[in-house]
């Protein structure tokens, strides 16, 4: 992370530049989401220089990290996952989501990521855009895996439902077994998601189950509202 | 279900018997969780006679479907999941879920029991004691798996992932996925999670991988809160 350490403090007070930045961009991300949420915008809407928004925070994706505060970070996770044995890459991953989630401190800003994504449209739209695109699709293509966006999808399902049924409903044994072993039954089920045979039809090659669904599902279904629920205006 | 059918609607006016007798355990329901709620309580905080209570609604169970209008009938569901070919339970299970989720009227309430348990002790409570216990338990034990309750929270983190992938966040492509494709999926992983190899400890048998871990993980640990990230006292 390319973040300038100009000050030794995060927010060194509550009306500084850095502050106002911070608080623009936290509004802009829940408002906008991750996609449409611009650095310049954030700038014009703090009253600030643009440059200055680069220089204090660097990219979009930095400065996203930032304010959200994910006990994560991307690229290093990414690299984990994907050196060493491709064998082995669902377990690695499973590891460590279980390393970060099994960490109460870590854990609180994933849990209430996830709590908001259920409730509010705009946190939906930053899990779907940001931890699928900037975590998990650049995992699977990283490995060659056919298909990335529908294999992370697979596995953010499993991802997220492995936080809340271990961490947020508390289904118990699964939420006191311990971590190594839960991490293995997990790994199998990310390694297949990754890099496995799954039933998708093939898009880019010929021949096998294309007859099974459209070839172009996204465009040949209708959409989904990924919003269901929420009161109909 | 034994739920006697005395009248024909549901509710014929908002102040009948038994209206009073739903509102009634609906709140405990809530406030007590699955199994702290009796019936016979229900009756004394309602003013009614406890055997009226059994006389509309039949089960404990019977009266929870009835207020939490859930869109499954669970004996079916365990029966259809456990009848056929064990190799293909997972398929079905599968197939049910994504045939109750796919259908906007009946996923209602399972996308609010979601949501709830994810932000509400009591409802999250409510997904752990009954879904699992009532549903996804005896599956794994009418299917002659070893460690049931392990099993069931490995499906329960898989299927509320799902849930939350595909109709909450709304992941693409795997909002708009077929259908039929995506239960070949998820049935794979199901499949393992009910009758495959699991990395758990051996409780019920001797040898193997004991060593791994302590054999009765539910004591030798500490408990995990089940509701991290609520506010501390």
């Known amino acids: ?16 530049t850095r502050a106002l930045i911070e608080d623009t961009a936290r509004e802009q991300f829940a408002r906008l989401g991750y996609d449409r949420t611009s650095m310049r915008q954030i700038a014009i809407e703090a009253g600030v ?21 994910l006990p994560i970070d991307p690229s290093e996770l990414i690299d984990h996952v994907t050196s060493g044995e491709p064998d082995s890459a669902g377990v ?3 590891t460590v989501v279980l390393d970060i989630l099994d960490d109460e401190v870590r854990r609180r800003p994933i849990v209430g990521m996830i709590r908001a994504a259920t409730s509010e449209p705009e946190a939906a739209r930053l899990v779907r855009e940001f931890l699928t695109r900037n975590l998990v699709v650049p995992i699977a293509e990283r490995l060659d895996a056919d298909h990335a966006d529908y294999r992370a999808g697979l596995v953010m399902s499993q991802t997220i439902g492995l936080t809340l049924a271990r961490y947020i409903v508390g ?46 599902v996204r465009h040949d279904l209708p959409a989904r509202p990924a919003d269901v629920g929420h009161p109909a205006p």
Chains 1, 2 share one sequence.
């Open 49 to 69: 220089d643009p440059a200055l928004v680069s220089h204090y925070f660097g990219s979009k994706l930095d400065l996203f990290l930032a304010v959200v505060e």
């Open 92 to 94: 690695r991953l499973a």
């Open 171 to 216: 289904i118990e044994p699964l939420a006191s077994h311990p971590r190594e072993l839960v991490a293995a039954d997990l790994g199998a089920t990310l390694q297949r998601y990754l890099l496995g045979e799954l039933s998708h039809p093939p898009i880019d090659q010929e021949g096998a189950d294309h007859e099974l669904a459209p070839r172009r």
């Open 1 to 16: 992370m390319n973040r300038p350490a100009k000050r030794t403090g995060r927010r060194p007070g509550p009306n500084t």
